[in-house]
């Protein structure tokens, strides 16, 4: 039987190994229980010293108390356009015109930037559309600067300001499309605040520059840079832009916002940028305050930037040996003449050189323009001109540009609408209408055998002008009898009229698709009413 016993104590021994390995199992589990349940009661790394958080407290510097005393006066503009039939199609930076001027190629990536959203395809219905932009108030009443651009063919504009929830409509004061500037405002029933206007002919190159505005929507944004360099010509600007560049990064949305000093005075007007990308790659322009205070107050007392003109044009990119071929060292050579402008009656050719304006040397077209644009109008100017060797000097009067060039085309497309001031000169009375003036070529239609008639391109909602019947596209022909040829007339009319008279506007209304004789035809008639006592 030892095989019995054999057998006995081998599973003895089997037994023995298994009870050791349990209890060796078991009392390796308590050791990890054991650690795991003092792990939590103490630190993953008990030599880290725990981090803490110190009471607030500001460092404020130059660039802090700058943004905080500027955001309160920067707005975020958002302009509703109706888009047309071709509203996918690009429009292509403006070129340079020739007036007292010369024309210029345009500059690929030099670019007018704001934001859109809902963008249409060609042949789409129309649809509304938003762009998005920048502005900033001036006054307390609620007087806003942005750019032209941004306001451009809006519909309506909404206006947020910094730290007030409410989103308030604005209206057009005036624009101009020379200079990219336009005034807006909003009433908010409370005074605003409003932005200080530096001097820009200060401006060096080097100084500090912070540019605030909504870039992309981003309302408040503000980016600081340098002066890049002054008085900066691009091929596609318009003639009454010479630009301060900067590095201080605005992108698309910052449009219209203020380039402000250290001392948080606005220096420019944010433009436009240079860009292969179409966002910011360190080259921005903005229009120079001196320029845009200018348009400004013309503005707020004519609704559009009215400048002096003498009926010229030159070579923009005029050669020095175009002057040495002459004899001449300075000057601006006139390459034509408009017709029946103020410099044709006073007897100036093409080929003329000026070479001086009230005894002042003029050395080059910006200083000519310079002068001649801020002549008051009806004002005199004594031009020196050489002609063929010979000085000559001639009396030339200064008309206003609009007028002088009210028959050249390439204006034309630019032609910008004016609404009526909302108080006349002494009296409340408003029409609530949006005029421009008509071309020859726009006039000659109606027959009139005179030079009759503003085009309607605006009618407020429930303004008087809508309440008797005025559509847009409308052609104002006469008030009271009055005959209207051009903005001023309407404006001299509006002015003598007060609340509670009665008013009788004759209209022509273009008739859709009918044709008479080869030319468009025309409904006529009177809108009549009597102005409400209370606006």
Sequence with gaps: MRWYQNLKQQKLLSLSLLVFTLSVGILIGTLVSGSVSAAKGQAVAP????????????????????????????????AEVTAKATAGARRAPRGGE???????????????????????????????????????????????????????KADSIKVKVSGDDKEYKAKVIGTDWESDIAVIKIDANKALPALKIGNSDAVQVGDWAVAIGSPFGLAATVTAGIISATGRDLPSAEQFQRFIQTDAAI?????????????????GVN?????????????????????????????????????????????????????????????????????????????LRAEDVIIAINGKTIKNGDELVGIVSETPVDSSLKVTVDRGGKKVD?????????????????FARHREDVELPTKAEGTPAKFGISIRSMSPQEKEPLKLGDERGVHVTRVEENSFAAEIGIQEKDIIISVNRQPVTS????????????PGDAVAFRVMRPIPGARKGGDAAFQTFFAAGTLPEKE
């Design 47 to 78: 030599d880290a010293t725990p981090l803490t958080i110190p009471p607030a407290a500001s460092s404020p510097n130059e660039f802090t108390k700058l943004a905080k005393l500027v955001e309160p006066a920067v707005v975020n503009i958002t």
């Design 98 to 152: 020739d007036e007292e001027e010369g024309g210029g190629d345009d500059m690929e990536m030099f670019r007018r930037f704001f934001g859109r959203q809902g963008g249409g395809q060609p042949n789409a219905r129309p649809r509304p559309r938003e762009a998005t932009g920048s502005g900033f108030l001036v006054d307390k009443n609620g007087y806003i600067v942005t750019n032209f651009h941004v306001v451009e």
């Design 251 to 267: 992108n698309p949305g910052n449009s219209g916002g203020p380039l402000v000093n250290i001392h948080g005075e606005v220096i």
């Design 271 to 347: 433009t436009a940028i240079a860009t292969q990308s179409g966002g910011y790659q360190g080259i921005g322009f903005a229009l120079p305050a001196n320029q845009m205070a200018k348009v400004y107050n013309s503005i707020i007392q004519y609704g559009r930037a009215k400048r002096g003109s003498i009926g010229i044009s030159w070579d923009k990119n005029q050669k020095p040996e175009v002057l040495k071929a002459a004899g001449l060292g300075n000057g601006v050579l006139v390459t034509q003449v408009t017709p029946k402008g103020p410099a044709e009656k006073a007897g």
């Design 394 to 410: 001639m009396s030339i009067i200064v008309q206003d540009r609009v007028e002088v060039f009210k028959d050249d085309e390439r």
């Design 487 to 498: 903005l001023d007339d309407l404006r001299k009319v509006q002015g003598s009229l007060k």
